[in-house]
């Protein structure tokens, strides 16, 4: 039976490509660059799904450590076979350097979730984190799960430390606007914000406009791509009490309005529409 043999299959992905796995993240703390000579900085890519992301940042920064985090066995996998072999050249077997590929070697991932980062990573460690498309979770009762709640910000702030910077990049409006809301309460800056990156990039690097799979089908659906970057704010003190919060309160008023609705929140919308045409 296919659940039976599943964690048999992902244990061999993982095996066959292990030089770019962190097998004991933890065990790595405040020592990430020693697995790059002359590391200039660490990247982080929290939730990077099969990696495509990660892969394009860190050829775009040969000189820094990239990590890849997602806590799915699975897309870690995929993603290290992606790093590894890049996928598989029109014969069907993996590509080679004769294919024009070169494995990046700087590069790593790591199974693990927002909540394990103050134990994968010192004080001041990371450089950059980003959060690229990050699951909404929309409903209130989900407030926990976000990882732009203020508690996760708040988290993140001594991993960055003085220098480091926060990248947001997602679909959803709503959760733009609440990640505002929440960053300031964190006691971040945010520098750099557009509700179309692919029309003002402004206060944005290669980095920050490199493309996923992911990225590209959403556009296709009509997406406008909301990012922004931010800072520690010197001296400020984190206001982690805030309320919960469902992002549907973040939605337009006139909801018919809407062009494009974020993946997650479909459903939700159109029967939101069907209750105030209703009258209700």
């Not at 043999?5 to 061999?12: A, F, G, H, S, W």
């Not at 409006?173 to 990640?179: H, V």
């Not at 791509?225 to 800072?231: I, N």
């Not at 009490?241 to 337009?252: G, H, N, Q, R």
Request: aromatic share 6%; proline share 6%.
């Amino acid at each position: 039976m296919p659940h039976v043999r599943k964690p048999k299959l992902i244990d061999e992905r993982l095996a066959l490509h292990a030089d770019y796995l962190a097998q004991d993240p933890a065990s790595l703390k405040g020592r990430w660059r020693t697995l790059l000579p002359g590391c200039r900085n660490v990247r982080v890519d929290l939730g990077c799904g099969k990696g495509q992301w990660t892969v394009a940042a860190a050829r775009l920064r040969p000189d820094e450590l990239v990590v890849g985090i997602d806590c799915e066995p699975m897309c870690i996998s995929f993603a290290a076979e992606h790093a590894a072999v890049g996928g598989v050249a029109s014969s069907g077997r993996a590509k080679r350097p004769e294919d024009g590929y070169v494995a990046p070697r700087n590069a790593v991932f790591a199974i693990g979730d927002a909540a394990m980062l103050p134990g994968f990573f010192a004080l001041g460690e990371i450089v950059h984190l980003h959060m690229n498309f990050p699951t909404p979770f929309p409903r209130k009762k989900e407030t926990q799960r976000r990882v732009v709640g203020v508690e996760r910000l708040a988290a993140y702030r001594p991993l960055l430390g003085e220098k480091g910077v926060l990248h947001l990049k997602t679909d959803s409006q709503p959760l733009f606007d609440y990640a505002a809301e929440q960053l300031a309460a964190a006691g971040y800056d945010i520098v750099a914000s557009t509700r179309d990156l692919r029309s003002d990039a402004s206060g944005f690097d290669d980095v920050d406009l490199a493309v996923s799979e992911y990225e590209r089908k959403l556009v296709m659906r009509g997406a406008k791509l909301h990012a922004l970057r931010a800072v520690v704010r010197e001296g400020a003190a984190p206001n982690v009490s805030c309320e919960p919060k469902s992002l549907y309160d973040y939605l337009p008023s006139d909801l018919d309005a809407i062009d494009y609705v974020p993946l997650g929140m479909e459903n939700a919308l159109v029967n939101m529409r069907n209750r105030k045409r209703n009258g209700h």
